[in-house]
């Protein structure tokens, strides 16, 4: 059975910072590509960041590009998403995600998510 579980999330004045962490268990972790995506009530499921299976690439939604960073250890069956320099518009609730083909993640194209953790940012 694959899980996914986040953790990290809370509570963080604007300009600050938090890392998320997403812990894997049940699925071939170095083989899959891995995820971060974030949701507000009302909204879509929205794409932030993806990583290869190997870590030597990743992608990244503009809003973020320059304040997150995703990265992964494999030893550890772990995946990350740095936030800095965070703003109230990234108030949300942001969900883990694997998947088999890194290129289908900005399409929300996912094989598996975890349950999320929530992230507020207050101005």
């Known amino acids: 059975q694959v899980q996914l579980v986040e953790s990290g999330g809370g509570s963080v004045q604007a300009g600050g910072s938090l890392r998320l962490s997403c812990a894997a268990s049940g699925l071939s972790f170095s083989s899959d590509a891995m995820g971060w995506f974030r949701q507000t009530p009302g909204k879509e499921r929205a794409f932030v960041a993806a990583?290869?299976?190997?870590?030597?690439?990743?992608d990244y939604t503009g809003s973020v590009k320059g304040r997150f960073t995703i990265s992964r250890d494999n030893a550890k069956n772990t995946v990350y998403l740095q936030m800095n320099s965070l703003k109230p518009d990234d108030t949300a609730t942001y969900f883990c995600?694997?998947?088999?083909?890194?290129?289908?993640?900005?399409?929300?194209?996912?094989?598996?998510w975890g349950r999320g953790t929530q992230v507020t940012v207050s101005s």
């Open positions: 995600a694997a998947g088999s083909i890194f290129a289908a993640f900005s399409g929300g194209r996912v094989d598996y």
């Open positions: 990583i290869t299976a190997s870590g030597g690439r990743t």
